[in-house]
């Protein structure tokens, strides 16, 4: 199935990784892994070694945390994991970048990427409205993006406590 875009959204911790882990497996013998997350502290480094160490061997990993498109780009035919759009949005967000052009920007790299995309974000507002300026507009950058991958995308699904709930499309 190349070429097929999805869109893998849940809360924290609701099983969405290891959702488009599965899903990514069943496209092809090989993947890559394109990874946002940036190692700032102890937390976030074990939270990465256990990414890792679930996925084992046979991915290409790719640290990319704020420009994917060179990687998006390659012809290169192997399935694309990229994990995950929130954190992308946290990068550009403390990095100051223009967030219409990056978005935008992101969007044009997924849609031509001849590959399939396999794209895990975070559900973030379903809860209550945050008290402080930078909460409230990480909040609304995030669901403007998961909105627009939303759109592009050929499946969406949204895991909760595991479970896959098909929102637009079809599984691959």
Not at 59 to 79: F, G, H, K, M, N
Not at 90 to 96: P, R, T, Y
Not at 124 to 132: A, E, K, L, S, T
Request: with cysteine.
């Amino acid at each position: 199935m190349s070429g097929i875009k999805v869109l893998i959204l849940g809360g924290a911790a609701s099983g969405k990784s290891e959702f488009a882990e599965e899903m990514v497996y069943s496209l092809g013998p090989k993947w890559r892994y394109i990874a946002s997350a940036e190692s700032f502290d102890d937390e976030m480094r074990d939270k990465i070694k256990r990414h890792a160490e679930r996925r084992g061997e046979g991915w290409q990993v790719i640290e990319a945390p704020l420009d994917l498109a060179p990687e998006l780009a390659a012809e290169d035919s192997r399935p694309v994991l990229f994990d995950c759009a929130t954190m992308w949005l946290s990068n550009h967000l403390f990095a100051g970048s223009d967030m219409a052009t990056a978005q935008a920007d992101l969007l044009s790299a997924i849609a031509a990427c001849p590959a399939a995309v396999v794209t895990v974000t975070n559900e973030v507002g379903q809860g209550i409205v945050p008290d402080n300026a930078l909460a409230r507009q990480f909040r609304e950058a995030q669901g403007r993006l998961n909105i627009a991958l939303a759109r592009q995308a050929d499946c969406v699904v949204q895991v909760i406590a595991g479970l896959p709930n098909v929102l637009k499309g079809t599984l691959p």
